[in-house]
């Protein structure tokens, strides 16, 4: 499997970046997982439209979907020049009600709804979701192949869930939304510091921080995190990790 960043920055992208997008390829299929802001036109320079196999939105947050709503255009266009005429599979939550209705509404998005402990096969690599606390309904997605396992976080309030669900896994990939001083109880994300504590709890092999707050130092976010994990590496867009 390999993973390559496309977008890493939540709620919003720093000039010329993209939020959360990551493009998972394996034996020639093309997995998106999230599709924020600024990522499409990112994308575009590796893959075209029709190259894309599924999708996973992991909730529908805007920083996470945007461009999933431009894609669908993208989609309709392919589809009247001929290049690609089945509908994309995505798979998502089916709440808030509005946002997936704009998504699964339209005819050229197979919307398949997740639920907590739900497991399928999505081009040939072993999938699996686990529901995490947050503002809305928000899915972490484990996906496996050939023994090995890329698990990602989507935006979760703790670890609670997620350490269990995570546990071994090759990759985490996991959001550091927050530094640890602007952390209060109703912030829906977890601190750095606690990115950092969850992939050492779950005993992962290697972990990849995203949904960077673009206001912070990147030195800030990366050092806290590696309070916890030594060897966590922070997500370059355009970088690629081979699993």
Known sequence: MKLTCIGRYGPYPRAGG??????????????????????????????????????????????????????????????????????????????????????????????????????????????????????????????????????????????ERLIPFAQNADLLLMEAAVLSMHRSDGVQHVSASQAGQIAAAAGVRQMIVTHIFPEYNEDDIISEVRTGFAKAQLAQELCTIEV
């Open 18 to 159: 993209a939020c959360t997008c990551y493009l998972l390829v394996h034996e020639g299929k093309n997995i998106l997982l999230d599709l924020g802001c600024g990522a499409l036109s990112k994308l575009l320079n590796i893959i075209a439209p029709e190259q894309i196999d599924a999708l996973f939105l992991s909730h529908l947050h805007a920083d996470h979907i945007s461009d999933a709503l431009t894609l669908r255009y993208a989609l309709e266009v392919c589809r009247k020049l001929g290049r690609k005429e089945t509908p994309l599979p995505v798979y998502m939550p089916d709440t808030p009600k509005a946002e997936a209705g704009i998504l699964a509404s339209h005819p050229m998005i197979d919307a398949h709804f997740v639920s907590d402990g739900m497991a399928c096969d999505i081009c040939g690599l072993s999938a699996r979701f686990a529901l995490m606390p947050h503002a809305v309904p928000s899915f972490a997605i484990s996906l496996s192949a050939q023994g090995k396992t890329i698990v990602y976080s989507g935006d979760t309030r703790d670890g």
